[in-house]
């Protein structure tokens, strides 16, 4: 296994960062935004799943589908017609208010939800990076479709121009890593525990990371995922 800052964690546009994602950052030095892929009716890029201490809650970005099928992601965009900034933000309100550091990081979710973008890609990573400035601000993230990456082989040469030599990956994600880039630059990440005594959640990598961040502070990365 490479030191860590050798490795690139590549996180696909999430409605706010998975917990899976966080796991990926912490065990790497740099962060790919995977822009490039394409766009599913069944894609989970629209949809966050918060674990809660009752129960998860599920938000939902209603998007306008193109016709084409597969197109890309830089091509959705979200459904300005209903209100669903102001419902998502009453549900994080209602399900984590009691939480430590609540009042401190919501009123900057407040700012980044009042100005939306049309493209879902575009607020996608406006929400990505205002969680990496706070867990993991040394890290340097590049967003695929600004640096020309259009395909894994793209991804590939990437990676030693970018001075890396690898690529993390979550168990779960084995197939596709086996599938589309060579053996030698992948490292599967170990099973961890995700429990922690501040947390009253049960976690696993597919919820979103935001809860975490709503009971730990901007420590996240260092109490609950260092490699």
């Known amino acids: 296994m490479l030191p860590p800052s050798l490795y690139l964690a590549a996180v696909r546009p999430h409605y706010f960062l998975t917990v899976g994602d966080v796991l990926k950052i912490a065990a790497s030095g740099a962060v ?12 989970p890029i629209t949809r966050a799943l918060l674990a809660a201490p009752e129960t998860d809650l599920r938000l939902i970005i209603p998007v306008r589908h193109p016709t084409i099928p597969h197109p890309a992601l830089s091509d959705i965009l979200i459904d300005h017609r209903q209100p669903w900034p102001r419902r998502h933000l009453r549900s994080l309100e209602l ?10 990081y919501f009123p900057h979710l407040q700012t980044l939800f009042h100005s939306i973008p049309q493209r879902l890609t575009d607020f996608l990573w406006e929400l990505t990076l205002w969680q990496l400035r706070i867990l993991f601000p040394d890290r340097p993230v590049w967003r695929a479709s600004w640096v020309g990456i259009q395909h894994a ?4 040469a990437f990676l030693p121009r970018q001075h890396l030599q690898g690529m993390v990956h979550l168990p779960e994600e084995s197939g596709y890593y086996g599938t589309h880039f060579p053996e030698n630059l992948c490292h599967t990440l170990p099973v961890q525990d995700l429990s922690h005594r501040s947390v009253p959640l049960t976690l696993h990598p597919g919820h979103a990371s935001l809860p975490l961040l709503f009971f730990l502070g901007p420590d ?8």
């Open 220 to 227: 996240v990365g260092r109490r609950l995922f260092s490699p």
């Open 153 to 156: 082989q793209d991804v590939v």
């Open 32 to 43: 790919l935004f995977a822009d490039h892929l394409r766009f599913t009716r069944q894609s």
């Open 95 to 104: 399900s984590y208010r009691y939480a430590p550091f609540f009042d401190y």
